[in-house]
């Protein structure tokens, strides 16, 4: 992570930290009970299944993330673009994240190229 990570919200903050820790527990705590997540052309909802997401991607490849920028697009919307680089296809990419936040919690994400 970078220095930008002090503008975001604490939920947003715990949920890059879990994220650079590879710990899903820690990170599907950061959303609702009835979250979901849109990754990759696919839909996962509650605190389970987005624990099992990101389980599963930590396992495939390694990688490590930059903040490139973040900006609140509404008042319980975030936007933030992530460079990750690892050993993946391609090495490098650039993904947006679209946070809606509700509660203190984060209520939906979607993540595209």
């Known amino acids: 992570m970078n220095e930008m990570t002090t503008a975001l919200p604490l939920i947003m903050q715990r949920y890059f930290d879990a994220a650079d820790r590879h710990d899903g527990k820690a990170l599907a705590e950061c959303f609702t009970q009835d979250a979901i997540v849109h990754d990759d052309g696919k839909t996962y909802t509650g605190r389970q299944e987005i624990h099992r997401w990101r389980e599963e991607d930590a ?23 992530l460079r990750l680089e690892g050993d993946f296809p391609g090495g490098t990419v650039d993904l947006h994240h679209h946070f809606t936040l509700r509660d203190g919690s984060i209520e939906e994400l979607t993540i595209t190229p």
């Open 59 to 81: 396992t495939t490849f390694t990688y490590t993330t930059r903040i490139i920028s973040v900006e609140q697009t509404a008042p319980d919307r975030i936007h933030a673009l």
